[in-house]
């Protein structure tokens, strides 16, 4: 019932145009449905000798009509389905990008651009075509049985026993046509992730000669989606067939029994046609009315997994607010978190003064990286509290903190568009001049000056065109672009040459006058010179300090330093 109330729903804003459509397709068929009745006049007037010149021009005129009436109803639907798909779709879209980080992570990229693509476009037969063709279907299908009530009761209820036994096997046929349907959508989803995780690496697959395994994985999934299709497919055949062969039977069993009524006297030969003609006609409604039963449970099957999506919790869309103010204060108190039931932080205690450069340092594991992501609300603390500017984050409105904050991710994400689009990502009001001055603090205006076009020019599919460094302080320029109180930066220094680390250093050293920034660093050569250093160890902070103080207070952070070849004497 949850999958109907959501098919209608989609439906309903668009009611005026699809009843539009719906009463002009029936006033075509309701022409059509006048045919019995003018063949019958036209027998009679055979019988009787009488010309029929004047009753085949109305016959052929009423056929034109109901044509055109048919067409125009039918564009004005497919108009209406076209507008029932954009609508889910743009709602879907939205609420994809709104899903909290924590369930998106246990997603497939590629499934959820399944479900936004091929389910959506499903909707467009279920919601409109069926549900007018449908009602269109069971209306003329109503006045042809009416008429053939008004000939002979008994070829009625001959027709009505042939009919009810249809109908009683589509009721059994419809589910297992909706299941396989979700089968065979859920294995296209399945499909689109494999797909997407292979063009996500493909450097790495073709280095490693997976070509062949991803191709067979591929083509696994692609199987499963064929199977559950041809599943679908026979169902629906079965359907056809069933429809066009109690038509078929009907037709012989009002043939001979109306034959054998005209040779008793209790009926006429121009009933009979007309009878039959009437038969001939309510095929067309019968196989609107099973087509309608078919295509709705291929829709519900499209609506369950929209439905699977709307369930997650999303995070509200507001409008970005002005943090205001220079650097902010960051502070954990006795924070605990975890995925999925594993530890990572546990009772973690760090403050952080405004406008001062703080290292986050450890081994892989530690917890360093989520740190960034409880500061950024993409997760919520499990214990303890987490606050900025003396607010807990869950008292900031979303927007307002993410906009208080810049964040550097590891790989430094470039989205594909020119330089410029890049840059101005969070910050689409920005202009020339501030783009300009964040390349300068981000040492970037050499590259500026070799690139073709400038800021116009195009940095390719997730910046292909670039070098990882040259990715790695766009991200940062684009972050320093926004303005934001809190910098937060995770191994912005992984893919820099020595000279490049060095100016990179240099200019995050100034951005913590005017900026609270914090630096999770494997390199300890990028922060030796923090005014605080914190060293994590299986999600609990050992030891903080200066760079001195902690060679000289803490083994592993000495061990650190000494693999990486820093000076360890202490004069």
């Known amino acids: 019932m949850a999958a109907w109330r959501t098919l209608l729903s989609q439906v309903r804003p668009h009611r005026g145009r699809i009843i539009a459509g719906g009463l002009l397709g029936l006033a075509g068929g309701a022409a059509g449905l006048i045919q019995p009745v003018a063949a019958k006049m036209v027998t009679e007037d055979l019988l ?56 998106f992570d246990r997603l497939e990229p590629g499934d959820l651009m399944s479900r936004l693509t091929a389910d959506i476009t499903l909707l467009r037969s279920a919601t409109t075509n069926a549900v007018v063709t449908g009602a269109t279907g069971l209306v003329l299908g109503v006045g042809a049985l009416a008429l053939m009530a008004t000939t002979d009761l008994v070829l009625l209820g001959a027709t009505a026993a042939v009919l009810a036994l249809t109908l009683a096997g589509m009721a059994l046929v ?5 299941a396989a349907t979700q089968r065979t959508q859920a294995a296209v989803g399945l499909l689109g ?18 070509e062949r395994r991803e191709s067979a994985r591929a083509a696994q999934a692609s199987g499963t989606a064929w199977r559950h299709a041809i599943t679908a497919a026979r169902w629906q055949s079965a359907t056809g067939v069933a429809g066009t062969l109690s038509t078929q039977v009907t037709f012989l069993v009002v043939l001979g029994l109306g034959g054998l009524r005209v040779s008793q006297g209790t009926l006429t030969l121009p009933s009979m046609i007309m009878f039959l003609f009437c038969l001939m006609y309510l095929s067309g409604p019968i196989g609107q009315i099973l087509s309608a039963f078919t295509q709705v449970q291929v829709g519900l099957a499209a609506v369950r997994r929209m439905q699977e999506v709307d369930r997650l919790p999303a995070e509200p869309l507001e409008a970005p607010g002005d943090p205001g103010g220079d650097g902010a204060s960051v502070r954990f108190r006795g924070v605990r978190f975890g995925y999925g039931g594993a530890v990572v932080l546990e009772n973690v205690d760090i403050s952080v003064a405004p406008r001062t450069m703080t290292a986050v340092v450890g081994p892989s594991g530690a917890g360093k990286s989520t740190l960034f992501g409880l500061l950024e609300r993409f997760y919520d603390v499990e214990d303890g509290a987490v606050e900025v500017a003396g607010r807990d984050v869950r008292d900031w409105p979303l927007a307002e903190l993410r906009a208080a904050i810049g964040y550097v991710e590891q790989d430094a994400p470039i989205l594909a ?30 590259l500026l000056d070799q690139l073709p076009q400038g800021l116009d020019t195009p940095v390719g599919h997730r910046g292909t065109t670039l070098s990882g460094g040259q990715r790695q302080r766009i991200a940062v320029a684009r972050a320093l672009l926004r303005r934001p109180r809190l910098l937060l930066l995770d191994e912005i220094t992984s893919q820099l040459d020595a000279a490049s680390e060095q ?22 050569s990028t922060v030796v010179n923090a005014d605080t250093i914190i060293v994590l160890e299986e999600g609990r902070v050992r030891a903080a300090g200066t760079h001195r103080e902690l060679l000289m207070a803490d083994d592993l952070y000495r061990d650190l330093a000494a693999g990486q070849l820093l000076p360890t004497a202490i004069s």
């Open 48 to 103: 009787a000798g009488t010309p029929v010149l004047s009753t085949l021009a109305m016959l052929t005129s009423l056929l034109v009509v109901g044509a055109v009436l048919s067409a125009c109803g039918r564009y004005v639907l497919e108009v209406a389905g076209e507008n029932v798909v954009r609508a889910a779709r743009d709602r879907l879209t939205e609420r994809v990008f709104r899903l909290r980080l924590a369930d």
């Open 174 to 178: 419809m589910p297992r046509v909706s």
């Open 193 to 210: 992730a494999i797909v997407e995780r292979v063009l996500g690496a493909y450097r790495t697959v073709k280095a490693s000669g997976g």
């Open 417 to 446: 568009g020119t330089l410029r689009d890049n840059l101005r990502y969070a910050a689409p009001d920005a202009t020339d001049e501030q783009i300009h001055e964040v390349l300068a603090r981000a040492r970037l205006t050499p």
């Open 503 to 524: 100016a990179l250093r240099q200019a995050v050293e100034e951005i913590a006058a005017t900026t609270t920034v914090i630096v999770i660093a494997h390199r300890l």
